[in-house]
């Protein structure tokens, strides 16, 4: 089961913090991503990390501006988010799968966290 949270209300240009708690699952044996889907949009690609975070992946809309991270003796992950934009508006979901799969193939997925930015 995964657990997103942090979301909110915010400003152009301010910042929030997601958190996505597992259980149920060995979370350090997994590659976690976060995706999110605006209104009427198919849902999308934010950022993945590998399993001993070795590794990081994040769509060019957000590099630079969001950060993953996580920390598997609290079985978290997060995304930091900065420099917030309207387009950054969404519902943001984590998700967990064995490997880096290809676009959205997670196996578990969260129920999803909003976040909107008002300009």
């Known amino acids: 089961q995964l657990q997103a949270c942090g979301g909110g209300l915010v400003q152009t240009g301010g910042s929030l913090r997601l958190s996505c708690a597992a259980s149920g699952l060995t979370f350090s044996s997994y590659v976690m991503g976060w995706f999110r889907q605006a209104p009427g949009k198919e849902r999308e690609f934010v950022a993945a990390?590998?399993?001993?975070?070795?590794?990081?992946y994040y769509a060019d809309s957000v590099k630079g501006r969001f950060t993953i991270s996580r920390d598997n003796a609290k079985n978290t992950v997060y995304l930091q988010m900065n420099s917030l934009k309207p387009e950054d508006t969404a519902v943001y979901y984590c998700?967990?799968?064995?490997?880096?799969?290809?676009?959205?193939?997670?196996?578990?997925w969260g129920q999803g966290t909003q976040v909107t930015v008002s300009s």
């Open positions: 998700a967990a799968n064995p490997y880096l799969p290809s676009g959205d193939g997670y196996y578990y």
């Open positions: 990390i590998t399993q001993s975070a070795t590794s990081t």
